[in-house]
T-cell receptor, first 110, second 113 residues
């Protein structure tokens, strides 16, 4: 059983479109991270959110942590081909236990 | 600042053999985590080391083991290799304490023939 479920699993969109990726759980996390992984490479940290309801922006990427710290979303505005990759959320629970989501594979078509 | 480094990049073994994977964390990071990423699957937590001690392990058989050295580098050992062990093995490191994000290496691709 996966503790963190991501949706959608696959997403293919045209350059310039907007998209939202969701990361959901029934468990509470002390913090949540979003990573992007490209083929042949390890995941690269994008952001960490800690406070319930927190919103962080990274250029065209907006990350939100749910009020109850059980879920998170990643919104990309005006997607570009360089945004293509596997997006992973990871939640931390007490005791440095990290749980990774199932991943969302994004393809942005030029 | 050098990132997390893993070696080797690729490793090819046959069933029943033993494999050793290595990881050097970012300077100042005392925690090292190991994950298995099989094709089409997410990251599955394997082991967590901090200050030389195994702090937690995931739901993997005992033939997956490791250790952390005084310089905080780490080894992952997999004994009696099976075909389903073929995967990308990722190492991550973090600063001590809670709510510290993990920084990943590029992984070791282990292929079992």
């Amino acid at each position: 059983t996966q503790l963190l479920e991501q949706s959608p699993q696959f997403l293919s969109i045209q350059e310039g479109e907007n998209l939202t990726v969701y990361c959901n759980s029934s468990s509470v996390f002390s913090s949540l991270q979003w990573y992007r992984q490209e083929p042949g490479e390890g995941p690269v940290l994008l952001v960490t959110v800690v406070t319930g309801g927190e919103v962080k922006k990274l250029k065209r990427l907006t990350f939100q942590f749910g009020d109850a710290r059980k879920d998170s979303s990643l919104h990309i505005t005006a997607a570009q081909p360089g945004d293509t990759g596997l997006y992973l959320c990871a939640g931390e629970r007490v005791g440095n236990q990290f749980y990774f989501g199932t991943g969302t594979s994004l393809t942005v078509i030029p | 600042e050098a990132g997390v480094t893993q070696s080797p990049t690729h490793l090819i073994k046959t069933r029943g053999q033993q494999a050793t994977l290595r990881c050097s964390p970012i300077s100042g990071h005392t925690s090292v985590y190991w994950y298995q990423q099989a094709l089409g699957l997410g990251l599955q937590f394997l082991l967590w080391y901090d200050e030389g001690e195994e702090r937690n392990r995931g739901n993997f058989p005992p033939r997956f083991s490791g250790r952390q050295f005084p310089n905080y580098s780490s080894e992952l050992n997999v004994n009696a290799l099976e075909l389903e062990d073929s995967a990308l093995y990722l190492c991550a490191s973090s600063l001590p304490g809670g709510d510290q994000p993990q920084h990943f290496g590029d992984g070791t691709r282990l292929s079992i023939l």
